[in-house]
């Protein structure tokens, strides 16, 4: 086996040795996090991407500008209504698309 196969690993494992198995506390405060982190990047480029300031969309969605920036930063994760009304306030959409049924 070369170096480099040595070195491939599963991030699944990774994720496991570093913050534990699914399930387990510690996992599953490392999971909220990277959720709020994802949805914060989300919404942060989103926001840049539509040329928004922090004070506009806060005015938009009846938030203060410290909210949206610890929401972006991955502090706290909105609620669902929230996040909607970020993403439309942004002028964007939310689509949910069912998987398809294999026969």
Known sequence: MSTKEKMITSISKEIEREFGKPGTTEREKFDQEAYAFYTGQLLLDARKEAKVTQAE???R????KSYISRV?????????AKFYNMINALGMRIEIVKPLVRV
């Open 57 to 59: 969309l806060a005015k």
């Open 61 to 64: 969605i009846h938030a203060s």
């Open 72 to 80: 972006e930063s991955g502090d706290i994760i909105p609620s669902a």
